[in-house]
């Protein structure tokens, strides 16, 4: 019987002992890959906040710009040229109609006065005390106020003037818009979408003022100030970082918070992005008790397994050599280990192996050099493909924007003109003709639009892929009148621009063919991934095709959707395969690497 010293310094605990020492690595790695994916989720925010940002900023550049040319075209109209202040309150009105992003529009004598304004005005009202007023006047050209609440509206607002020169040069007035804060909050659905769900994202004045706040929920918050008076001390004496600090009610919240410049506001604003520490490492905390568990698990199950493995396996074997040893010691020239001898054997078998691992090397670098000279001639053919991908796109792109940016903006110069040359007097007998010119850009407008979509939408460049889907989705539905459903795994950060770009052309088109040739009724469209792939499915319900007949009929020329779907796939490092029957509907089923469009980043170098 084996003593207590015995049982712990024999083989058998040796070999136990190997194993639960093998089981550690797996347990260290496991808590490594939770401090990298704590450290990814940080990167992660940050990135979300410096999209918001840009975002943001890209927002109030167009707004910006908007407000610009709305307010020059008013000050260059003939009622508000000529004085004619009736006029010039209608016109006022219909604009006010139009952009509900203003709390108000109007028009200020250069004595202050405002003399005309989209709302009705109680009582006199003199806003030559204020700092948009005098700039505009100083300056001649745009001019940008601080946070007020009007005291025409009772809205937070920002207002914005624009000078209005008659054509001798000399300063007439100022005509203003008073950009609603309550509207910007409601209605930038680009920047909610982004927010993660249970974070905040805040952008306050030097004074620690909001002016705006998402989700938008609580329009009370907007002209507060920060209640964390701690964290506003910290956030104006950094220009930016990541700080982790407990609120007023006790949770552990993240805060990452950047000092930007504002187009709408003079001095620096601060973005603050902040998300319970629970609710951000969700995730990763989950993931690690559920490794743990596993590692513990597996390691039982191994441990168990050696522990009565090792008395077969082993310790057999090495009793009966024990065994025999001693019988030989003691002079018993009869004794025999009893384990099979194939000493030959083992020597022609090793013989034999080796000449078929010769024979085998001398294949394999045979084959090896065929594939590096297919390899390159294939690589070189994607490479040119590639560059062709990415020069469409990028013309796509250019197209899309200069329809957009410049015939939109000169079709609605001219449908302003027109509409204000409708309401001049004296040209009752032209309005037939206006009306007709008016409903021609308005159709010509909806064309440029739609043609800016089709070629490159907008969307996919600032919201990421995702949101574009959803988009593209929702309004062939809306056209088409199909039944679609979209699914989408969420994404932590974006995804590699080409990936982006291919995977929702694989889309559109899949979508295009449904609506072409399916006859269905209902879509679903369901965007998935897991650790090392992104899998985009669009399935219907329609007539469904014959695969091997379809695709022999595009090798010849007839049709290249099903050929252009596979090469895009291919392109982006992925691949496509269709599923389909005749009469039972149809899959398209594509795949694409995971490449992210910006690599993750320590948090110690943040």
């Not at 034999?352 to 050099?369: I, K």
Request: net charge neutral; glycine share 6%; proline share 4%.
């Amino acid at each position: 019987m084996r003593t207590k010293s015995q049982l712990f310094t024999g083989l058998r605990f040796r070999l136990v002992l190997l194993v639960m020492l093998a089981s550690l690595p797996p347990v260290v790695l496991t808590l490594h890959m939770a401090g990298q994916d704590r450290q990814r989720q940080t990167t992660a925010l940050r990135q979300r906040s410096r999209d918001m940002i840009q975002l943001a900023t890209r927002k109030e550049d167009e707004m910006l710009a908007g407000t610009r040319q709305l307010l020059r075209v008013l000050s260059e109209s003939a009622q508000v040229q000529s004085g004619r202040w009736d006029n010039c309150t209608k016109l006022l009105r219909t604009l006010y109609s139009d952009y509900p992003r203003y709390a108000n529009l109007g028009v200020i004598k250069m004595n202050g006065d405002v003399q005309a304004s989209a709302l009705p005005l109680l009582e006199p009202i003199n806003l030559a005390d204020g700092d948009f007023f005098q700039r505009a006047l100083s300056t001649r050209d745009l001019s940008v106020g601080g946070y007020q609440v009007d005291r025409m509206t009772g809205k937070p607002s920002i207002n914005l003037g624009y000078p209005v020169i008659n054509p001798s040069g000399q300063l007439q007035a100022v005509v203003f818009a008073a950009l609603d804060l309550d509207w910007v909050n409601r209605s930038d659905y680009a920047l909610q979408k982004l927010l993660p769900e249970g974070a905040t994202w805040t952008k306050a004045d030097g004074n620690g003022t909001i002016l705006v706040s998402y989700p938008a929920a609580d329009k009370s918050l907007v002209g507060q100030p920060l209640p964390e008076k701690s964290l506003l001390k910290a956030l104006l004496t950094q220009k930016n970082g990541v700080m982790e600090a407990v609120d007023s009610n006790g949770i552990s919240v993240f805060y990452d918070f950047t000092s930007t410049r504002s187009a709408l506001m003079a001095g620096n604003l601060i973005s603050i992005q902040s998300i319970p520490r629970k609710v951000l490492f969700a995730e990763p905390d989950r993931m690690v008790m559920r490794n743990l568990a596993s590692v513990g698990i597996v390691a039982g199950l191994v441990l168990a397994i050696g522990w009565i493995g090792s008395r077969y396996l082993v310790l057999r074997p090495i009793q009966a050599l024990v065994k025999f040893t001693a019988r030989l010691g003691a002079g018993d020239h009869s004794a025999r280990v009893g384990l099979p001898r194939a000493r030959d054997e083992w020597r022609q078998l090793m013989h034999a192996f080796d000449q078929m691992a010769e024979a085998l090397q001398q294949r394999e670098s045979e084959r090896q050099q065929a594939e590096g000279k297919l390899k390159e001639s294939r690589q070189r053919l994607q490479a040119l493909s590639r560059r062709l991908v990415e020069a469409q796109e990028t013309e796509r792109r250019h197209l899309a924007r200069e329809l957009h940016d410049e015939i939109g903006q000169a079709l609605t110069a001219t449908e302003m003109n027109l509409q204000v040359l409708l309401e001049s007097p004296g040209t009752d007998g032209l309005a037939p003709r206006l009306k007709a010119s008016l409903r021609v850009i308005e159709r010509v407008q909806e064309q440029v639009h739609d043609l800016s979509l089709s070629l490159r939408p907008s969307m996919l460049d600032d919201l990421g892929l995702e949101p574009a889907l959803r988009w593209y989705t929702t309004r062939q539905a809306a056209l088409t009148g199909l039944q679609v459903e979209v699914r989408a795994d969420p994404l932590e950060q974006r995804l590699d621009s080409m990936i982006e770009t291919e995977c929702f052309r694989v889309a559109q088109e899949a979508l295009t063919n449904v609506v072409k040739h399916a006859k269905a009724h209902a879509v679903t469209l369901e965007l998935s991934r897991n650790d090392e792939q992104l899998h985009l499915s669009v399935r219907d319900d329609g007539i469904g095709f014959d695969v091997a007949s379809v695709r022999e009929q595009a090798v010849r020329g007839a049709s290249l959707g099903l050929l252009s779907m596979e090469e895009r796939a291919t392109l982006a490092g992925g691949g496509l395969q269709y599923h389909a029957t005749p009469g039972q509907g149809t899959e398209v089923h594509a795949w694409f690497p995971l490449k992210w469009a910006h690599p993750a980043v320590l948090i110690g170098s943040i």
